[in-house]
């Protein structure tokens, strides 16, 4: 008997000191980024994606369009908020008809079960009447906030002497509507709501660091404060140039006092993510870099001075499948960094458009270890 004992030890001492070049869980002994990587994708993940069905690592609706989503953990459960708009609105949709709906699930990588929509494309009343897209969530002195953007087109409406606009208005003032987009937050006490919208405006262009449009919201909270990176366009370029900048308010509503330097300007950037390492003791910010084939990863000590990270692209818009081949997806945005308690990235999602499907995709994170 005491020699079989013996051996079982023998036997689970080995087990466990098996090597493995892959560390899935928070890494205390980490120094930075430079061995982040991302597990394959499996062929039936594509096959879901392109065939609109939902299931792990796949988020989609066969009814609607679906861009980027923000999950936060709550109580056990996976709260994803993201865009929906239905197809009979095409593409253009986003900018007009576009609700903010509510999933859970019971890990990170979903699947994702509908539950209901928080925030909706018409609403009564309020600055927003129009439009909920690009949802960013975080959890702030026991709440959720829930940072969107939405259309200022009280004005607009106004001068046009109409309650509510047609889709043939809609479609006939698609540059006016783009300049009309603002920053909102609506804050709920549990995932589900209510969530209370704010009554003003949280961003507005200020034609001072940028002009015309406030969008794309993230928001960390950290030591008291709300940090958030947005998008706007820049003042030196007559035509369209997206820049992002940094800012922080000690309220969620705001007022947020943006820093004059953008966070990059070599390029254009939007839909940033940001949080922070406990481990590594600095803000970390990936975006979607306008025109290129990466997504760039940027850190921070204070949260207000950035720098592209020394590993730079954080991930290449493609996906390596675990069968060899390679994903090249029409566009790859809107990335989303899930972290752990100690802040920590588990799970990139990314909104995915190919073959006229819209969606988003999970892509679990591993930290690899060095071997030499």
């Known amino acids: 008997m005491l020699k079989q004992i013996i051996i079982l030890l023998s036997i689970i001492t080995i087990g466990s000191c098996k090597p493995s070049n892959v560390v899935s869980k928070a890494n205390s002994d980490l120094e930075n980024y430079k061995n982040l990587d991302f597990t394959p994708l499996s062929p039936e993940v594509v096959d879901n994606f392109n065939n609109t069905t939902k299931v792990a690592q796949v988020l989609v609706d066969p009814g609607y369009y679906v861009w980027g989503l923000s999950v936060v953990l709550w109580k056990g459960k996976y709260h994803a908020y993201y865009s929906r708009w239905n197809k009979k609105y095409e593409h253009k949709g986003w900018m007009t008809n576009c609700e903010i709906a509510h999933a859970i699930s019971d890990t990170p990588e979903g699947p994702f079960k509908f539950v209901n929509v928080v925030l909706k494309d018409k609403k009564v009343g309020g600055w927003d009447i129009n439009n909920s897209h690009n949802p960013y969530a975080t959890i702030a002195e026991g709440k959720i906030c829930l940072y969107y953007i939405a259309n200022d087109i009280n004005p607009l409406l106004k001068k046009d002497n109409i309650k509510f606009p047609s889709e043939k208005w809609f479609n006939d003032n698609r540059q006016p509507i783009r300049e009309s987009q603002r920053i909102g937050v609506a804050i709920a006490n549990n995932p589900d709501g209510p969530f209370i919208r704010s009554e003003k405006v949280v961003v507005e262009p200020d034609n001072i660091k940028f002009r015309k449009i406030a969008v794309n919201p993230a928001v960390i909270y950290r030591n008291n404060q709300y940090y958030m990176v947005m998008k706007g366009d820049d003042l030196q370029h007559k035509e369209p140039f997206r820049i992002q900048l940094i800012g922080n308010s000690n309220k969620p509503e705001g007022p ?52 592209p990270d020394e590993r730079r692209v954080f991930m290449k818009k493609e996906f390596v499948l675990s069968d060899g081949t390679l994903w090249k997806p029409k566009r790859v945005e809107r990335p989303f960094v899930l972290t752990n308690e100690k802040g920590q990235p588990i799970m990139l999602y990314v909104a995915v458009y190919d073959k006229n499907v819209n969606g988003n995709i999970a892509i679990p994170i591993v930290f690899k270890s060095d071997t030499k």
Do not use: R
Not at 259 to 265: D, I, L, N, R, T
């Open 256 to 307: 947020f006092n943006f820093k004059e330097k953008p966070v990059y300007a070599e390029a254009q950037t939007e839909d940033a993510c940001i949080w922070f390492d406990q481990v590594l003791n600095k803000y970390y910010m990936v975006c979607h870099v306008m025109g290129k084939s990466e997504l760039a990863l940027f850190n921070s000590i204070n949260g207000f001075d950035w720098q």
